[in-house]
């Protein structure tokens, strides 16, 4: 029903730059919310931001002053600006929307992960 695409991720080295892109496609009549969470190896996986439809965006603690997310609605896309990366972000990255389908229903939705690495 739907779909979550993320690209972006990659090789960075400490104090580099990484931007992720999340992009939804499907049977969407509305996002109420997007979101990144990531999961480094031997770790639960953990919100690192998200931003409700009209809403202001929040961040875990680690990484708020660093990484800026943001939406644009008219093409159902996330972006997850990282910057002054660190060892400890590396990580898969994963999206997660919570989409109301032309259906009426509402779920959340995952995206497949993008590998993250901060080389130090």
């Known amino acids: 029903q739907v779909q979550l695409v993320e690209s972006g991720g990659g090789l960075v080295q400490a104090g580099g730059s990484l931007r992720l892109s999340c992009a939804a496609s499907?049977?969407?009549?509305?996002?109420?919310?997007m979101g990144w969470y990531r999961q480094a190896p031997g770790k639960q996986r953990e919100l690192v931001a998200a931003?409700?439809?009209?809403?202001?965006?929040n961040y875990a603690d680690s990484v708020r002053g660093r990484f800026t997310i943001s939406r644009d609605d008219a093409r159902n896309t996330a972006y997850l600006q990282m910057g002054s990366l660190k060892p400890e972000d590396t990580a898969i990255y994963y999206c997660n929307a919570d989409v109301t389908t032309h259906w009426g229903s509402r779920t959340y939705y995952w995206g497949q992960g993008t590998q993250v690495t901060v080389s130090s």
């Open positions: 931003i409700p439809n009209g809403g202001s965006p």
């Open positions: 499907g049977r969407i009549l509305s996002i109420n919310a």
